[in-house]
């Protein structure tokens, strides 16, 4: 039997590129906070640049709690969303062109939100990234670590859990 030959890297780069833009489009409060995400693989990087709006605290400043808070559990939910697709996406079985045109699917729905705050956050860029510790067809579990100049100092963390959409289509 011959192989199929493989797609170009930039056939399946693309797919990739605009499975996460329609992913993240479809939650309006990640453009609001103006949260973008940074693709390399299958791993994410969130980022949250910073705006004087985030600042809850002037006399600091540090960043705003909510802000922080909404910044670690938008990442998660991206995270979580984006490991669940992966093998979708690669696959082929989940085009890009579905996801623009609002086949998207459902989002996993939090359960709960536990935030760490280690330390002021600065005024100045933030990112993190989502650690999946377990999903399965109805629940998951979630690490993300925010920082800002250096990864090994992060500023918050948070656990999540989430109750996993229906996979039937």
């Known amino acids: 039997m011959p192989f199929k030959k493989p797609e170009p890297v930039q ?9 996460l833009k329609a992913l993240v489009a479809s939650v309006p409060y990640i453009s609001f906070l103006g949260i973008e995400f940074d693709r390399r693989g299958d791993e994410l990087t969130a980022i949250m640049p910073f705006k004087d ?11 705003h709690g909510g802000a922080t808070a909404a910044f670690l559990e938008m990442t998660s ?5 984006w ?3 992966w ?9 890009a ?17 536990t935030v760490d705050y280690l330390r002021s956050g600065l ?14 067809r109805r629940y998951a579990s979630v690490h993300v670590e925010a920082w800002q ?18 996979r039937d289509g």
């Open 83 to 85: 490991a669940t697709l």
């Open 53 to 63: 709006e985030l600042i809850g605290n002037p006399m600091l400043p540090a960043l």
């Open 77 to 81: 939910i991206i995270g979580l969303s």
């Open 11 to 19: 056939v399946v780069k693309q797919r990739r590129d605009a499975a």
């Open 87 to 95: 093998e979708d996406i690669e696959s082929g079985r989940l085009e």
């Open 97 to 113: 062109e579905s996801l623009v045109d609002g086949k998207m699917p459902s989002l996993p729905k939090t359960i709960d939100f």
């Open 123 to 136: 005024p100045r860029d933030a990112y993190a990234r989502a650690r999946v510790n377990r999903s399965g």
């Open 149 to 166: 100049d250096n990864r090994a100092r992060p500023f918050a963390q948070a656990t999540g859990h989430f109750l996993m959409p229906s």
